[in-house]
């Protein structure tokens, strides 16, 4: 029974170092720029890593030390924290699963379109009392004027691959016709009717096409790339954690087995 409980207590240390890809993807999305201004998905993968790590201690405690009512709480509660993060998994993927950029001519980067996303997302950023508040946040940041220091001329930033959010907020729609003075500052457009975003846009540095559709759109697109990537860290931490579940519940299993035959020898004796 000792060397189960051992295994038990071993089981739970893999489970407590599992959680340190989930805090880390939480706290990596915390930090950028744009998920910081949204604001989202970073704490309840925070928080749902750190109640992995505080279950799989209490596993890790009640197997060492032979806690029996301590790891039944472990494999309980580690069951619903598994299929919580099996939740948020699917549910990442399901939100990010539409959306894509637009190709347009003599242009190396992609536009984007609000409709293009799912109808969760967008409404994360339609409210105008929340897109105020995102909007004042990434207005904060340098992501335009680097633009300026990077790029001189009108056909070395046409071929840049500027990322979705700078795409939608630094610059005004291809299709408005605007001409190139900076990448932040642009005149004489052809088309103003052909989309609401061509009379959004303003030279005004604190303003550019922060108001426009396609700096929400952008800004989705980023959001569903980062989550992408932290969706896929938390998919394999999902699989391990399951592995190392069930691995559990058989040594927490012949634990008990052990200890009804140790029982029973000592009553036969």
């Given at each position: 029974?000792?060397?189960?409980?051992?295994?038990?207590?071993?089981?739970?240390?893999?489970?407590?170092?599992?959680?340190i890809p989930i805090i880390g993807a939480g706290i990596w999305l915390a930090m950028e720029p744009d998920n910081s201004c949204v604001k989202i998905l970073?704490?309840?993968?925070?928080?749902?890593?750190?109640?992995?790590?505080?279950?799989?201690?209490?596993?890790?405690?009640?197997?060492?030390?032979?806690?029996?009512?301590?790891?039944?709480?472990?494999?309980?509660?580690?069951?619903?924290?598994?299929?919580?993060?099996?939740?948020?998994?699917?549910?990442?993927?399901?939100?990010?699963?539409?959306?894509?950029?637009?190709?347009?001519?003599?242009?190396?980067?992609?536009?984007?379109?609000?409709?293009?996303?799912?109808?969760?997302?967008?409404?994360?950023?339609?409210?105008?009392?929340?897109?105020?508040?995102?909007?004042?946040?990434l207005s904060a940041t340098d992501m335009c004027s680097e633009l300026n220091?990077?790029?001189?001329?009108?056909?070395?930033?046409?071929?840049?691959?500027?990322?979705?959010?700078?795409?939608?907020?630094?610059?005004?729609?291809?299709?408005?016709?605007?001409?190139?003075?900076?990448?932040?500052?642009?005149?004489?457009?052809?088309?103003?009717?052909?989309?609401?975003?061509?009379?959004?846009?303003?030279?005004?540095?604190?303003?550019?096409?922060?108001?426009?559709?396609?700096?929400?759109?952008?800004?989705?697109?980023?959001?569903?790339?980062?989550?992408?990537?932290?969706?896929?860290?938390?998919?394999?931490?999902?699989?391990?954690?399951?592995?190392?579940?069930?691995?559990?519940?058989?040594?927490?299993?012949?634990?008990?087995?052990?200890?009804?035959?140790?029982?029973?020898?000592?009553?036969?004796?």
């Open positions: 029974m000792a060397l189960s409980n051992n295994v038990i207590g071993a089981i739970n240390f893999v489970a407590m170092l599992l959680s970073q704490w309840p993968v925070i928080i749902l890593g750190i109640l992995i790590l505080v279950v799989a201690l209490a596993g890790f405690v009640g197997g060492f030390w032979r806690i029996p009512w301590l790891l039944i709480f472990y494999l309980i509660a580690m069951l619903i924290l598994i299929i919580l993060l099996a939740c948020l998994v699917v549910f990442i993927y399901m939100v990010t699963v539409r959306g894509s950029g637009h190709l347009e001519p003599s242009r190396a980067y992609l536009e984007y379109h609000l409709d293009d996303f799912s109808g969760w997302l967008r409404r994360r950023v339609q409210s105008s009392y929340k897109w105020d508040r995102i909007r004042s946040c220091q990077s790029y001189r001329m009108a056909q070395d930033f046409f071929n840049a691959g500027i990322t979705p959010l700078q795409s939608g907020c630094c610059k005004p729609p291809t299709q408005c016709g605007y001409t190139f003075v900076n990448p932040t500052y642009w005149i004489s457009p052809i088309n103003n009717a052909a989309d609401m975003d061509c009379l959004n846009w303003n030279n005004d540095q604190n303003q550019l096409c922060y108001n426009c559709d396609s700096c929400k759109a952008g800004l989705l697109a980023n959001l569903k790339k980062e989550w992408r990537r932290a969706d896929i860290i938390l998919l394999i931490t999902l699989v391990a954690l399951i592995w190392v579940y069930l691995i559990g519940c058989c040594a927490f299993r012949n634990a008990k087995t052990e200890d009804l035959f140790r029982r029973y020898k000592q009553g036969y004796t």
